[in-house]
């Protein structure tokens, strides 16, 4: 890498961290201008209280110790565990919430401390890009979370008459895998549930494969599975400020209560009519369009290609089964995952163009992206009739539209990493005499 690209490397990084802390301040400063306390503030309380998630803040952990050897590892998992043991009987004599997690953000932060005070250089880089993408993981959780609150207080009316319309396009799915997954009976409900909730678990496991030689190359790849993962959900609950939409089981089912138009999920379909805002509570999210988790499934999907069987199977597993949930428990519609599915497509691609370097073919992909995610959403606002009279026009065009940035992905992804073919050994060739 020449030093112009270098500093030019550096001067984005910098640009971006500056960013990202605007961007922080600012939802910190709208979530208490609306009676939440904010990403920043929930960060700073689980250094003594008691975390929200103590298997993410072990997960931020795991990523920080990518660029540990195995014996700091070791070390740093005794001290956090040691931390939350001393946290445990504190909290019970108290009467506090009892939860886990404190000791691993006290070593995420003590690393960020060494890395300050007794490492240079560029073991002090590494370092600190170690903790840093351990925060990033826990902030951009805080992040989304803090977006949920904020959707649901500030977009008193939600879209989904629109979307449970356009949705006919496509012969309703959340009805159909609704009604199947009730007839798996608790079984089947189990199972998609584990695969759903421990969709992040299955992430880390995918970004530890992929970051397993960071402690030996002593740096990081140059595009990894988290980075993906924290764009999406960083970028993600924009979409649902513009498009909110809570989803069949609460618009059309019983866990929407009396904000629910009528309870028919999953067993009938809602009717065609003449589509309208509707009111609801300000408590449910408004997170559906588009759906993140199929994002990040898709996501998982694409990266866990690179690696062996194993992950390739699980990558695979745990798409099918997120489609699944997502739809047989009610929370999206058929066309948030088509959405889904682009919006991530994009990200990823966007993603790559800006570690390998911007190309004529990586722009071309992500505006094509971006250009079909955005007829997707306008479609599904201003032609929910016309796709839900014409079913048989419209359902392959929206599959149709899936397909082709699938199609354009496969492709430039291809053209950009080249299958090398082995070089074959030159024929021995027969000497004759002259």
């Known amino acids: ?8 490397r550096a001067i984005l990084w910098a640009a971006g961290g500056v960013a990202a802390l605007a961007f922080l301040v600012t939802l910190e400063i709208v979530a208490r201008h609306h009676g939440q306390p904010g990403p920043i503030t929930n960060q700073a309380r689980e250094v003594i209280f008691a975390p929200s998630s103590g298997p993410l803040l072990y997960a931020g952990l795991a990523l920080t110790m990518v660029v540990l050897t195995w014996r700091q590892r070791f070390i740093a998992a005794g001290v956090a565990i040691g931390i939350d043991l001393v946290f445990w009987p504190v909290r019970w004599l108290l009467d506090a919430r009892m939860n886990f997690g404190n000791g691993a953000l006290w070593v995420i932060l ?7 005070t007794r490492r240079t250089g560029r073991e002090r880089v590494l370092l600190l890009k170690g903790v840093g993408l351990g925060l990033l993981l826990v902030a951009g959780h805080k ?25 006919h396009a496509l012969g309703d799915p959340s009805w159909l895998v609704g009604r199947a997954v009730e007839a798996t009976g608790p079984v089947g409900a189990h199972l998609l549930g584990g695969i759903y909730g421990q969709l992040p678990l299955a992430a880390a496991i995918v970004a530890l494969y992929q ?12 595009h990894h599975l988290v980075r ?13 400020m513009i498009f909110p939409v809570v989803g069949p089981v609460f618009a059309y089912g019983a866990d929407g209560g009396h904000w629910a138009m009528a309870n028919l999920w999953p067993d009938t379909a809602p009717p065609i009519g003449t589509p309208r805002p509707i009111r609801f509570d300000e408590i449910t999210p408004r997170n559906c369009m588009p759906s993140l988790h199929t994002a990040w499934a898709t996501t998982l999907f694409v990266h866990s290609r690179s690696g062996s069987w194993f992950f390739r199977f699980a990558g695979t597993f745990w798409l099918i089964g997120t489609l699944a949930a997502t739809l047989g428990f009610g929370y999206h519609y058929g066309v948030d995952l088509v959405a889904g599915v682009v919006f991530a497509l994009t990200i990823e691609a966007a993603m790559r163009a800006f570690d390998r370097g911007w190309d004529r073919r990586g722009v071309l992909l992500v505006t094509y992206g971006a250009a079909v995610f955005a007829v997707l959403l306008v479609s599904y606002r201003y032609l929910p009739v016309e796709m839900a009279e014409h079913p048989w026009v419209f359902g392959p065009l929206l599959i149709l539209a899936m397909t082709s940035v699938i199609h354009c992905y496969i492709r430039t992804t291809r053209l950009w990493n080249p299958n090398t073919a082995p070089a074959k050994r030159p024929e021995p060739q027969l000497l004759l005499p002259a």
């Open 211 to 222: 970051l397993r030689h960071v402690a030996v190359q002593r740096r990081f790849p140059g």
């Open 143 to 167: 992040t989304g979370d803090t977006w949920l609150h904020i959707t649901s207080m500030t977009r008193p009316n939600v879209l989904d008459q629109y979307v449970a319309t356009a949705d």
């Open 1 to 8: 890498m020449t030093a112009v690209r270098r500093r030019s």
């Open 110 to 116: 003590g690393c960020a401390v060494i890395a300050v």
């Open 228 to 240: 993906t993962f924290l764009v999406i959900g960083l970028l993600g609950p924009s979409i649902y």
